[in-house]
T-cell receptor, first 114, second 116 residues
Framework: EAQVTQNPRYLITVTGKKLTVTCSQN?????MSWYRQDPGLGLRQIYY???????DKGDVPEGYKVSRKEKRNFPLILESPSPNQTSLYFC?????????????FGPGTRLTVL | AQKITQTQPGMFVQEKEAVTLDCTYD???????LFWYKQPSSGEMIFLIY??????QNATEGRYSLNFQKARKSANLVISASQLGDSAMYFC?????????????FGAGTTVTVRA
């Protein structure tokens, strides 16, 4: 089954404790992205990757890091989480070239930073 | 500037009635795509419908149709014959350019509650 998986699905942590949210896709997609969703703001892109070892900032990259060492994986790293990073996070992947269902979204990771 | 504007934070609709969700967008790129996603309370993002900027006809997918008015930069979603399972948050999103599939710009969303 074609899918994007994220782990963990739920996480409660404390300020300053480094964490990683994993994302993996099995569709051989070149493009992968991370979004965060906040009430009243919709989804905003944090980082994206156009291929292995190619990453770039989205609209809200501060406080986050990413890496793309393998095509299928795109982990999101919070080196020193703060309460304003409490949010719902989505990983997404796609092929280049346009189309109707251009982005496949993971199930989301709900993060709470105390 | 906001690329996608959804002005209705929340709406109530009676079961079996139709509901229209507003979406306006802002882009100077002649090539773009517009999407609607549904997010139920479980949180996942479900793709509903797509409209390309060069599409001549309004997109339809089952009970979902997109009222695309290019000159007004509007892409309203119409859900016909609402069902209780349609209660969810709905997001309008835009991809600018033909190959910028790595990014969607989203609106703030509209919460729809269907009443029995």
């Amino acid at each position: 089954e074609a899918q994007v998986t994220q782990n963990p699905r739920y996480l409660i942590t404390v300020t300053g404790k480094k964490l990683t949210v994993t994302c993996s896709q099995n569709m051989n997609h070149e493009y992968m992205s991370w979004y965060r969703q906040d009430p009243g703001l919709g989804l905003r892109q944090i980082y994206y990757s156009m291929n292995v070892e190619v990453t770039d900032k989205g609209d809200v990259p501060e406080g986050y890091k990413v890496s793309r060492k393998e095509k299928r994986n795109f982990p999101l790293i919070l080196e020193s989480p703060s309460p304003n990073q409490t949010s719902l996070y989505f990983c997404a992947s796609s092929f280049p070239g346009g189309g109707t269902d251009t982005q496949y979204f993971g199930p989301g990771t709900r993060l709470t930073v105390l | 500037a906001q690329k996608i504007t959804q002005t209705q934070p929340g709406m109530f609709v009676q079961e079996k009635e139709a509901v229209t969700l507003d979406c306006t967008y802002d882009t100077s790129d002649p090539s773009y795509g517009l999407f609607w996603y549904k997010q139920p309370s479980s949180g996942e993002m479900i793709f509903l419908i797509y409209q390309g900027s060069y599409d001549q006809q309004n997109a339809t997918e089952g009970r979902y149709s997109l009222n695309f008015q290019k000159a007004r930069k509007s892409a309203n979603l119409v859900i016909s014959a609402s069902q209780l399972g349609d209660s969810a948050m709905y997001f309008c999103a835009m991809r600018e350019g033909l190959r910028n599939d790595y990014k969607l710009s989203f609106g703030a969303g509209t919460t729809v509650t269907v009443r029995a």
